[in-house]
Each structure stands twice: as structure tokens, then as C-alpha cells.
């Protein structure tokens, strides 16, 4: 089944300790992103990246780092949580980079810090 | 100014009737257009693209007004699974999408 996997579904944690939310694709999709949902605000773009190794900032990066080792996998990194990064996050992906195909999305990671 | 806004709604609508909303986008070089669902708190799923010339798919219709910057969604013969947040979706002519933060829609029995 093609899908975009996240992990973990839930997550608490505290203040300052790293953690990593993986994101997996298996539809060869070249371009994934990483998006933050809050009340009010819509998804609001983290980073994305068109190809391996090649990621760019979205709208709201300051706090996060990424990486795209390999094409399927998209992991989101937070070096030192603060409790305003508290939110729901989704990785999406789409082919070829086009914004015309839409983006499929991942079930979502809801984040809590404490 | 936010690049895509929407009527948060809620829009409650009996069922079986017809419900419609818009949508406004804020750059008029935007190309790509589309409409997400999404369930309380679940992913955004797509569930259409909007074109120039307008399509349907099934109850659905959704239009593009490019002198307006605006695109529409019409939901006719409403179902109670129809109750969602609708999302307006609009590329930023940079390659990435911009969302809308959603219409909600309750169709009551």
C-alpha cells in the first residue's frame, strides 16, 4: 500500500531533550515536507526537500533541523524542545517536486512539551 | 495578510441540502489549486483539484475565479460523513503549497 509512516503517533516530553520524528515514504516520491498544524494557523511549512540531499527552510524552521539521506526517509529533528513547539505534525510527499499532484500525508505525530 | 483565507465556519448544514463556500488566495501567479478533507484531527487526505474551467466529481463541484483570486467548493445532497474541515490548498508559484486553515462543515441529521 503506498503510504507516507510516521513515528511516533504520540509523543510527551520535556524541555530540551532531543528527539527525532522519522518519516518514511515508499512511492519513490522525490520531494517531502514537513509541516506543523495549530489551532487557528492551518499547516504551516517546516522545511521540505526536493531530492536526497537537498532541503530548504519552509515558513517556521527556527527550532528544527531535518535530513535526506536516502529518498524514502524525511526525519525531523529538535535539538532542544521548547514547550511552544507543542503542536500536530504531518510529513507529506509528492512526486517529481510538482505542486500540481497534490501531496499525500502521513497520519500525523501529536508532539507534547513539557 | 495570510496567502490563503478561509470562513472557519462552522457551516451546519441539514442533511440532503446543499452547502458552498469560498476560499481567497492572495498571489495571482498561483497555478495549482485543490481542495483537502480533513477528519478531527487526522491527515489532510485530497480530495480534489480545482481547475480553470471548473470540475465535479460526484456530489462536489469546485470552481476557480483567477479575476477574484478566489475558488469555491459546493457540496450538494449532503451527507452526515461529509462532516469534516475542508481545506483550501494554492500553490505559491515557488513550487510549495499553502493551506488554508479550513472551512468546518457539520451536516446534522
Known amino acids: 500500500e503506498a503510504q507516507v509512516t510516521q513515528n511516533p503517533r504520540y509523543l510527551i516530553t520535556v524541555t530540551g531533550k532531543k528527539l527525532t520524528v522519522t518519516c518514511s515514504q515508499n512511492?519513490?516520491?522525490?520531494?517531502m515536507s514537513w509541516y506543523r498544524q495549530d489551532p487557528g494557523l492551518g499547516l504551516r511549512q517546516i522545511y521540505y526537500s526536493m531530492n536526497v540531499e537537498v532541503t530548504d527552510k519552509g515558513d517556521v524552521p527556527e527550532g528544527y533541523k531535518v535530513s535526506r539521506k536516502e529518498k524514502r526517509n524525511f526525519p525531523l529533528i529538535l535539538e532542544s524542545p521548547s514547550p511552544n513547539q507543542t503542536s500536530l505534525y504531518f510529513c507529506?510527499?509528492?512526486?517529481?517536486?510538482?505542486?500540481?499532484?497534490?501531496?499525500?500525508f502521513g497520519s500525523g505525530t501529536r508532539l507534547t512539551v513539557v | 495578510r495570510k496567502e490563503v483565507e478561509q470562513d472557519p465556519g462552522p457551516f451546519n448544514v441539514p442533511e440532503g441540502a446543499t452547502v458552498a463556500f469560498n476560499c481567497t488566495y492572495s498571489n495571482s501567479a498561483s497555478q495549482s489549486f485543490f481542495w483537502y478533507r480533513q477528519d478531527c484531527r487526522k491527515e489532510p487526505k485530497l480530495l480534489m483539484s480545482v481547475y480553470s474551467s471548473g470540475n465535479e466529481d460526484g456530489r462536489f463541484t469546485a470552481q476557480l475565479n483567477r479575476a477574484s483570486q478566489y475558488i469555491s467548493l459546493l457540496i450538494r445532497d449532503s451527507k452526515l460523513s461529509d462532516s469534516a474541515t475542508y481545506l483550501c490548498?494554492?500553490?505559491?508559484?515557488?513550487?510549495?503549497?499553502?493551506f488554508g486553515a479550513g472551512t468546518q462543515v457539520v451536516v446534522t441529521p
Open positions: 512511492m519513490n516520491h522525490e520531494y
Open positions: 490548498v494554492v500553490d505559491d508559484s515557488w513550487g510549495k503549497l499553502q
Open positions: 507529506a510527499s509528492s512526486p517529481q517536486g510538482q505542486t500540481n499532484y497534490g501531496y499525500t
